[in-house]
């Protein structure tokens, strides 16, 4: 069973994360990495956003740890575990913007990075930022074939209907030949946008059942990652068998790749729990050293 980690400490969802998390900073987040890194575990997540309302803040949480800053930091902790963005909001950048600095991070990394990417749903986020909110699925469209066709490439040239441009120098660039872009979203348009231009796909905020008859349904190209979470955080120390039902249930409906967050009462405990789960999941022994 391949596990990624939902980052602790990097946001603060009301009711996901846990209070050890306000009082934590870089060296808690630090030895979280490196532990998930030892153990096998896949990837770390982090998401963004620029500026939350007050009122959504209660809601959605307001803190959001800037990625690149954070992964940059990280990379430097670890040696194998890949760095997961999720997601991006497309419409807040210009794709050679991505291009560039999340290039920079997967050379320094040493070809780590996983671009995940969303159309965006915050509508004040994008006024404040200056973006069109209306249309946005189709400049998200325009923006992945434009990043497509733009990474891992010192001189880049795209031609679409919201992009265009050549005859420029993007350097440093991405090492990895091909970096693996995953697709957020909750409809089919979002699953066929992952097909069209993506490695993978990464839904949220759909039943389980759904989840499976959309990914049933879908023609998925050989590779093509379904990473779904395991929903609420979980206690491998404190309920195995809680647990391990847990990931199965996402693993029946179509996961390739499983994304967990997990109950802890200090960075200590939080390592403890990855360790438990690693031995749950087998992944500890793993001779690929990877989850």
Same mark, same amino acid.
């Given at each position: 069973m391949r596990l990624g980690v939902n980052s602790p400490v990097v946001t603060a969802v009301p009711g996901v994360h846990s209070p050890w998390e306000?009082?934590?900073?870089?060296?808690?987040?630090?030895?979280? &990495?490196?532990?998930?890194?030892? !153990?096998?575990?896949?990837?770390?997540?982090?998401s963004e956003h620029v500026a939350v309302p007050a009122d959504i803040a209660e809601v959605r949480g307001g803190t959001y740890w800037d990625p690149l800053a954070t992964f940059g930091y990280l990379a430097a902790r670890t040696r194998r575990i890949r760095f997961a963005t999720q997601v991006l909001v497309l419409g807040y950048h210009h794709p050679l913007a991505l291009a560039?600095?999340?290039?920079? !991070?997967?050379?320094?990394?040493?070809?780590r990075l996983v671009l995940g990417l969303g159309v965006g749903s915050l509508e004040e986020e994008f006024r404040l930022l200056g973006a069109p909110f209306e249309g946005r699925g189709a400049i998200a469209d325009d923006a992945v074939a434009a990043l497509r066709?733009?990474?891992?490439?010192?001189? @880049? &040239?795209?031609h679409g209907a919201h992009f265009d441009y050549q005859g420029l120098v993007v350097e440093p660039h991405a090492v990895q030949d091909r970096v693996p872009l995953w697709i957020g979203g909750r409809t089919p348009r979002s699953l066929r946008r992952a097909v069209t231009y993506g490695a993978g796909w990464v839904p949220f905020g759909l @039943?389980?059942?759904? !989840?499976?008859?959309?990914v049933g349904a879908a023609p998925l190209p050989e590779g093509f990652e379904v990473v779904l979470s395991a929903g609420r955080p979980l206690d491998p120390s404190g309920d195995a068998e809680g647990t391990g039902e847990a990931l199965r249930k996402v693993v029946r409906a179509g996961a390739?790749?499983?994304?967990?967050?997990l109950t802890a009462r200090s960075a200590d405990h939080y390592v403890e729990q990855l360790e438990a789960?690693?031995?749950l999941a087998g992944t500890a022994s793993d001779p690929e050293g990877r989850a």
């Open positions: 306000r009082g934590a900073g870089i060296e808690e987040l630090g030895a979280v &990495a490196e532990a998930a890194d030892r !153990l096998g575990f896949d990837h770390l997540t982090c560039k600095r999340y290039g920079t !991070l997967d050379r320094v990394s040493g070809g066709a733009s990474l891992s490439r010192r001189e @880049p &040239a795209y @039943p389980l059942e759904r !989840l499976g008859e959309m390739t790749l499983v994304s967990v967050s789960l690693a031995a």
